[in-house]
């Protein structure tokens, strides 16, 4: 039996790993991706944490746990959680959940590594997608393909064709920046951050600062807020410039907060902030099967990252497409219903926990819920229990 040609287009985790675990089922694909290439990335994303039923379930199926391994870091699973005024609520060294950490890219090389280097196609940027599998890229036409699978993220163009439901705003917009050396230019702050997360929440005013130490023991810094959708454009700030931005988020949005929060502020010294308006699918959103595609991760249900699943939300609908794949690779749109069908209240399910994750943390006693799940939690690990659902951090995509 000749091997089916299934193109995927996106070169993310999800993607990545769809391709990675039908390779080693003998199973070929197309991987189609807008970057130039693979360096083009290679600081891009923060740290995630992978879920054992999800995300680390899927490299086992990949055959990559014990690369993995040489990759986690079980001490990022260490958070400090603050009020607006920089009481701690929570401060634990590690929480034994088994979601340890990993960096973005070092994830998506550890994927791309696994894989033949023909098998992904850089530079190919989709444009529009035709009812009969044609894909309209910036410079090319491709063709031919018995299953075409959009793992593009937000904005997919391969949604575009199976759903008229677009992405909406959440409420919430987010700033970016890192600080590639603290332990050399800030060492005290660097030691208050630690190694794991640190979060601080400003209850009814809706905002929220947050810092992730990376592998290579950089900090990424992140501001959340509640603001109109056009928020960052019409607030008359040039976020390029940034000693402006850094003026306006300490003396006007963070004017009240304590010093000792708005430090990671104080510290940014190079590179650019990144601005970014959350959005999301609505929660349950489905599509009607349509022959010869489908969809995962992002593309599939956008959520916001106030839940840490994402990743592993793209991961899961990875392994589970490929089994079903491999299960019946004579029939893919037999194999792409059925995923479909499991996908759909699965993914549900970890959407609706993600929205509810945000509005409680934005809203009145956002600072309360927090300490009571991190309590939860650390009785789970008093008893020797490990979470299966539910996040504690935030994990914020490319």
């Not at 008229?164 to 959440?170: D, E, G, L, N």
């Not at 209850?203 to 807020?225: K, N, P, T």
């Not at 109109?228 to 390029?240: F, L, M, R, S």
């Not at 490929?322 to 499991?342: F, N, P, S, T």
Request: aromatic letters at 10%; one cysteine or more.
């Amino acid at each position: 039996m000749s091997s089916p040609k299934i193109a995927i287009i996106g070169a993310g985790p999800g993607g990545l790993t769809l391709a990675r675990i039908l390779h080693v089922n003998g199973i070929p694909t197309t991987i189609f991706e807008k970057d130039p290439d693979r360096k083009f990335r290679h600081t891009a994303g923060g740290s995630l944490d992978l879920h054992e039923h999800s995300g680390q379930k899927a490299l086992q199926e990949a055959k990559l746990f014990d690369e993995f391994q040489k990759h986690a870091r079980y001490d990022g699973e260490a958070i400090i959680l603050t009020d607006r005024f920089g009481q701690e609520h929570i401060n634990v060294k590690g929480i034994d959940t088994g979601r340890p950490e990993i960096d973005r890219p070092i994830l998506r090389q550890m994927l791309l590594d696994s894989l033949p280097a023909d098998y992904v196609r850089w530079g190919h940027s989709l444009r529009r997608v035709e009812a009969d599998g044609t894909l309209h890229f910036e410079h090319t036409t491709e063709r031919g393909f018995d299953l075409v699978v959009g793992a593009e993220g937000a904005w997919s163009k391969v949604r575009q064709l199976v759903s008229t439901v677009p992405p909406f705003y959440s409420g919430v917009s987010g700033l970016e920046w890192w600080l590639h050396a603290p332990d050399r230019t800030h060492p005290e702050l660097s030691a208050t951050i630690g190694d794991g997360s640190y979060f601080a929440f400003g209850d009814e005013e809706g905002r929220c600062l947050g810092s992730q130490r990376q592998g290579d023991r950089s900090i990424r810094c992140y501001a959340f807020m509640r603001k109109p959708e056009t928020w960052i454009k019409d607030c008359g700030v040039d976020w390029t410039d940034r000693e402006a931005a850094k003026r306006f988020l300490k003396d006007v949005e963070f004017g009240e907060w304590p010093q000792k929060l708005t430090a990671v502020m104080d510290a940014w010294e190079q590179g650019d902030i990144i601005p970014r308006p959350l959005y999301m699918l609505p929660v349950g959103v489905r599509w009607p099967h349509q022959r010869g595609f489908t969809l995962l991760g992002d593309s599939a249900h956008l959520m916001t990252p106030f839940a840490g699943e994402g990743v592993n939300a793209a991961m899961w609908d990875a392994m589970e497409l490929a089994e079903a794949i491999v299960a019946d690779r004579g029939d893919l749109d037999a194999a792409a219903w059925a995923y479909e069908r499991k996908m759909f209240p699965r993914a549900e399910k970890i959407q609706q926990m993600t929205w509810d994750s945000l509005r409680s943390r934005f809203d009145r006693g956002g600072v309360a819920m927090m300490k009571e799940r991190f309590e939860f939690l650390l009785e789970m690990r008093a008893k020797g229990e490990k979470v299966k659902d539910g996040g504690i951090g935030s994990e914020v995509t490319e």
